[in-house]
């Protein structure tokens, strides 16, 4: 016992001090100096294929995103159902990898970088994949319940504004996911320049803007960071892309940018690592 509580607690102060110098750069910085920072802190991550015989992304989400309940499962995003790891995709009738930045707005597809970005990969049904497609985040007016074989999953697409609206639980995963996204795809090179709006976009729209930027920002205070989000935040960074996501450590850092306290320089507290656990590394 007196080793287990070593070890956690010897874990708890390797993460705060990562944290204290992870960002350092980004110390006392505000608007677009900040993102810069953060930008040149996460990029140049270790990048994996979509599909492939080695290690792909199919087999990190098994990591990332395996039920504690059901080493053998994945927690399916916006269902919040446990299913079958092994079932990859399976002729329609198994799990599917969700683009939370969808894939068509700014049109990289599935190559290397943004495509296979595993910070916003997640493990998602088929059908609810097919039916939130490349809707825009927003809260629903004319709301249409999403179903899941059966089951009703909480999430809701408008029927007539081309939006979709997750399940309260993962509203705040799904605006720090796409905040990171629009920090770290700057237009460098060969990737997309990420931004995010407050104007819907329709389907066939493949500008590399996400909205409603609003709405993202409210998700983000509503729906606090969980320790599910900290802990695959750490197993991505330790073992795969070897980055972190800034608003899972910060959630603040979207006010700064976006929000209520653009113009202020950021100047973080430690992140509060009590509660962190780090997966040992699967084998595929």
Same mark, same amino acid.
């Given at each position: 016992?007196?080793?287990?509580?070593?070890?956690?607690?010897?874990?708890?102060?390797?993460?705060?001090?990562?944290?204290?110098?992870?960002?350092?750069?980004?110390?006392?910085?505000?608007?677009?100096?900040?993102?810069?920072?953060?930008?040149?802190?996460?990029?140049?991550?270790?990048?994996?294929?979509?599909?492939?015989?080695?290690?792909?992304?199919?087999?990190?989400?098994?990591?990332?995103?395996?039920?504690?309940?059901?080493?053998?499962?994945?927690?399916?995003?916006?269902?919040?159902?446990?299913?079958?790891?092994?079932?990859?995709?399976?002729?329609?009738?198994?799990?599917?990898?969700?683009?939370?930045?969808?894939?068509? +707005?700014?049109?990289?597809?599935?190559?290397?970088?943004?495509?296979?970005?595993?910070?916003?990969?997640?493990?998602?049904?088929?059908?609810?994949?097919?039916?939130?497609?490349?809707?825009?985040?927003?809260?629903?007016?004319?709301?249409?319940?999403?179903?899941?074989?059966?089951?009703?999953?909480?999430?809701?697409?408008?029927?007539?504004?081309?939006?979709?609206?997750?399940?309260?639980?993962?509203?705040?995963?799904?605006?720090?996911?796409?905040?990171?996204?629009?920090?770290?795809?700057?237009?460098?090179?060969?990737?997309?320049?990420?931004?995010?709006?407050?104007?819907?976009?329709?389907?066939?729209?493949?500008?590399?803007?996400?909205? +409603?930027?609003?709405?993202?920002?409210?998700?983000?205070?509503?729906?606090?960071?969980?320790?599910?989000?900290?802990?695959?935040?750490?197993?991505?960074?330790?073992?795969?892309?070897?980055?972190?996501?800034?608003?899972?450590?910060?959630?603040?850092?979207?006010?700064?940018?976006?929000?209520?306290?653009?113009?202020?320089?950021?100047?973080?507290?430690?992140?509060?690592?009590?509660?962190?656990?780090?997966?040992?590394?699967?084998?595929?």
């Amino acid at each position: 016992m007196k080793f287990i509580v070593f070890a956690l607690l010897l874990i708890s102060n390797l993460l705060s001090a990562q944290d204290s110098t992870y960002y350092l750069s980004a110390h006392k910085k505000s608007d677009d100096s900040l993102k810069y920072e953060l930008n040149q802190i996460i990029k140049n991550h270790t990048e994996f294929t979509y599909t492939s015989s080695s290690t792909d992304v199919w087999d990190i989400l098994k990591h990332t995103d395996r039920d504690t309940a059901n080493a053998n499962n994945v927690i399916l995003l916006y269902s919040g159902r446990s299913v079958d790891a092994a079932q990859e995709y399976n002729s329609a009738a198994g799990w599917s990898r969700e683009h939370v930045w969808a894939k068509s +707005r700014g049109d990289f597809g599935t190559s290397n970088g943004a495509g296979t970005d595993v910070h916003h990969l997640r493990p998602c049904d088929v059908s609810v994949n097919s039916t939130r497609n490349n809707r825009n985040f927003d809260t629903c007016i004319t709301c249409v319940d999403v179903i899941d074989n059966g089951f009703n999953t909480g999430s809701k697409r408008d029927a007539n504004f081309w939006t979709f609206e997750p399940p309260d639980a993962v509203k705040g995963d799904v605006a720090r996911m796409i905040f990171y996204m629009a920090v770290r795809y700057e237009g460098e090179g060969s990737e997309p320049d990420l931004e995010l709006t407050n104007t819907l976009l329709n389907n066939a729209d493949q500008s590399p803007l996400q909205a +409603r930027l609003n709405t993202l920002l409210h998700w983000n205070r509503i729906d606090t960071v969980s320790n599910w989000e900290r802990n695959r935040n750490n197993i991505i960074d330790s073992f795969y892309q070897h980055n972190r996501n800034p608003f899972i450590d910060h959630p603040e850092l979207a006010e700064y940018l976006w929000g209520d306290s653009i113009g202020l320089t950021w100047m973080p507290t430690l992140v509060d690592t009590s509660m962190y656990t780090v997966s040992k590394k699967c084998t595929n």
